[in-house]
């Protein structure tokens, strides 16, 4: 389903009912809108999936910002595309009919490291997030408060591509800000296993649908 015009090519599969969540998949370097959506549905069974397109691309591989090395963001790019990220998940709450506090992001490596900066600039919006291979993307000049915010983060020892050192970077500084951070190491590389999927699932479970919710 894509009935809604909200500035990106996306995929949105409504729940199966009211009282589900909704999970905003953001894929890695070359993904597409359907690029998670088999994740998703591993990790809440009925659950919506909005999944969007990143629009930059290198060497026609899409992300969600631009990079200027490996590990190495262009942070103007990346406040850029992170406040229009936040654009198009207001506009297809609208569109779609579902309340902000029902929505999880999901990221996987360029996607989870934009959800990362979504969480700094914007700490209000989201209260839970799954962060798959995420990194650092920045130092916030001031501080967010993430408090009554709750991050699961899974990371791999032996990933090539984000230092362990960047992610235990990232989980000290959404610590300090006050989120509540599941921490969980594989002694993978930057793919994914069915381990850490299923804890996430199981963490995700164990959460309200709304912050509100007794």
């Keep these: 389903m894509q009935a809604a015009d909200t500035g990106f090519i996306h995929r949105y599969i409504p729940a199966h009912d009211n ?9 890695g ?22 999944s969007p397109r990143g629009k930059v691309l290198e060497h026609g591989a899409p992300r969600f910002f631009r990079r200027l090395a490996q590990g190495v963001f262009d942070i103007e790019d990346l406040t850029y ?14 569109a ?19 959800a990362a900066s979504l969480l700094l600039l914007h700490p209000k919006l989201l209260r839970s997030a799954i962060l798959f291979r995420a990194m650092k993307p920045f130092d916030p000049g001031t501080m ?9 983060l899974a990371a791999g020892k032996l990933d090539p ?13 959404l610590q ?9 190491w594989q ?28």
């Design 144 to 152: 967010p408060d993430l408090s009554g915010t709750s991050i699961y």
């Design 176 to 184: 300090s800000a006050g989120a509540h951070i599941d921490a969980h």
């Design 96 to 114: 779609y009919h579902f309340e902000l506090d029902k929505l999880t992001i999901v990221g996987y490596s360029n996607g989870a490291n934009i």
């Design 19 to 27: 009282k589900q969540r909704v999970l905003l998949l953001l894929h």
């Design 81 to 94: 595309r992170t406040h229009e990220l936040v654009d198009f998940i207001n506009i297809a709450a609208q």
């Design 161 to 173: 591509l984000i230092p362990a050192a960047d992610t235990q970077q990232l989980i000290e500084l």
């Design 29 to 50: 370097t070359g993904g597409d809108e359907d690029d998670l959506l088999e994740l998703g549905r591993a990790l809440a069974p009925g659950a919506g999936l909005l």
């Design 187 to 214: 002694g993978t590389g930057h793919a994914l296993n069915v381990a850490e999927i299923e804890g996430a699932r199981t963490w995700l479970s164990k959460l309200p649908t709304s912050p509100t919710q007794v």
